[in-house]
């Protein structure tokens, strides 16, 4: 972050950890930037994709966070890739369930960029945590390659009986700002792609059966139009939608033993079969005392 800032010219005195998942997210608040480093250069690819998306969200004006001017990028820092990004700070009023709804249906309706996207596919992202899963035990490395390899047929037919659309990927409240002008945006582009746009609709309900946030998919569903989980794909999404989840602590288990159980738990419930067992978000256990852009953090 500090060699980042550097390059930028900007002072890193006053940055401030908001997230440190799969990236490590830091704000410059004074600079008015965003700072987001992947993690590992196996995510490299997904820095250069969310960088053209980016560009091609303000061109056409999306409900989007922007890039910070000026800044040539991706921003190398040895191995690993950096994006620079506007700093929204966290405000009010703060984004609603109501506002998920109706930005998700516009983001859905802006049809596809002119370049190619990755079609969706959560076990091949699944799979690449797993391949760089240090912390990961034997037992838990099977079941997951095991579960990977029944789900991944299913979600390939998933996939061509559904027309392509845009997908965000990753949407829930984490994942919405507010500009100074109130207008509702979508951060985060990593795994944005083509495929079902129902799957973005099973973040906030999943979410809301693991977490225990009673309401939160109604109010999504009434403002969207669009009752995800009476859907008769919603059994393989809500699955599709818990493996990310699972998989998405696989890099921290050796950096964090509170992760490390909630991981634990999490798989001991997919194994028991138990769809009501509640969890923890592991955003709140992986960055203790750190703040998000959002009040409300995190379906992962």
């Given at each position: 972050?500090?060699?980042?800032?550097?390059?930028?010219?900007?002072?890193?005195?006053?940055a401030?950890?908001?997230?440190?998942?799969?990236?490590?997210?830091?704000?410059?608040?004074?600079?008015?930037?965003?700072?987001?480093?992947?993690?590992?250069?196996?995510?490299?690819?997904?820095v250069?994709?969310?960088?053209?998306?980016?560009?091609?969200?303000?061109d056409?004006?999306?409900?989007?966070?922007?890039?910070?001017?000026?800044?040539?990028?991706?921003?190398?820092?040895?191995?690993?890739?950096?994006?620079?990004?506007e700093?929204?700070?966290?405000?009010?009023?703060?984004?609603?369930?109501?506002?998920?709804?109706?930005?998700?249906?516009?983001?859905?309706?802006?049809?596809?960029?002119?370049?190619?996207?990755?079609?969706?596919?959560?076990?091949?992202?699944?799979?690449?945590?797993?391949?760089?899963?240090?912390?990961?035990?034997?037992?838990?490395?099977?079941?997951?390659?095991q579960?990977?390899?029944?789900?991944?047929?299913?979600?390939?037919?998933?996939?061509?009986?559904?027309?392509?659309?845009?997908?965000?990927?990753?949407?829930?409240l984490?994942?919405?700002?507010?500009?100074?002008?109130?207008?509702?945006?979508?951060?985060?582009?990593?795994?944005?792609?083509?495929?079902?746009?129902?799957?973005?609709l099973?973040?906030?309900?999943?979410?809301?059966?693991?977490?225990?946030?009673?309401?939160?998919?109604?109010?999504?569903?009434?403002?969207?139009?669009?009752d995800?989980t009476?859907?008769?794909?919603?059994?393989?999404?809500?699955?599709?939608?818990?493996?990310?989840?699972?998989?998405?602590?696989?890099?921290?288990l050796?950096?964090?033993?509170?992760?490390?159980?909630?991981?634990?738990?999490?798989?001991r419930?997919?194994?028991?079969?138990?769809?009501?067992?509640?969890?923890?978000?592991?955003?709140?256990l992986?960055?203790?005392?750190?703040?998000?852009?959002?009040?409300?953090?995190?379906?992962?």
């Open positions: 972050m500090r060699e980042v800032a550097a390059s930028l010219g900007v002072s890193s005195e006053d401030q950890l908001l997230r440190l998942t799969n990236n490590a997210v830091f704000a410059l608040p004074r600079s008015g930037l965003v700072i987001r480093i992947a993690r590992t250069h196996r995510l490299r690819d997904r250069t994709k969310v960088v053209r998306l980016a560009h091609w969200f303000a056409i004006d999306a409900p989007t966070i922007r890039l910070a001017p000026g800044v040539e990028q991706p921003v190398e820092v040895g191995t690993l890739a950096a994006s620079v990004w700093y929204l700070p966290p405000g009010s009023p703060t984004p609603t369930l109501e506002d998920l709804g109706h930005v998700l249906r516009e983001f859905h309706s802006l049809g596809l960029p002119p370049f190619p996207l990755p079609t969706w596919d959560p076990v091949a992202d699944a799979r690449k945590r797993l391949a760089d899963a240090d912390g990961l035990g034997g037992s838990d490395r099977d079941f997951l390659t579960w990977c390899d029944r789900l991944e047929p299913q979600l390939v037919a998933l996939n061509q009986r559904t027309k392509e659309g845009l997908i965000h990927g990753d949407a829930h984490s994942n919405l700002l507010k500009e100074p002008s109130g207008r509702t945006v979508l951060c985060d582009f990593d795994a944005t792609c083509v495929g079902p746009w129902q799957a973005d099973a973040a906030v309900a999943v979410g809301e059966r693991r977490f225990g946030r009673t309401g939160a998919h109604e109010l999504l569903a009434a403002a969207y139009g669009h995800v009476s859907d008769p794909s919603w059994p393989l999404l809500r699955e599709a939608r818990e493996l990310k989840m699972i998989v998405a602590a696989v890099p921290l050796t950096t964090s033993a509170e992760v490390s159980a909630e991981f634990d738990d999490r798989l419930s997919i194994r028991e079969g138990n769809h009501g067992k509640h969890w923890k978000p592991f955003a709140d992986a960055t203790p005392g750190s703040r998000s852009p959002c009040s409300n953090r995190g379906c992962g």
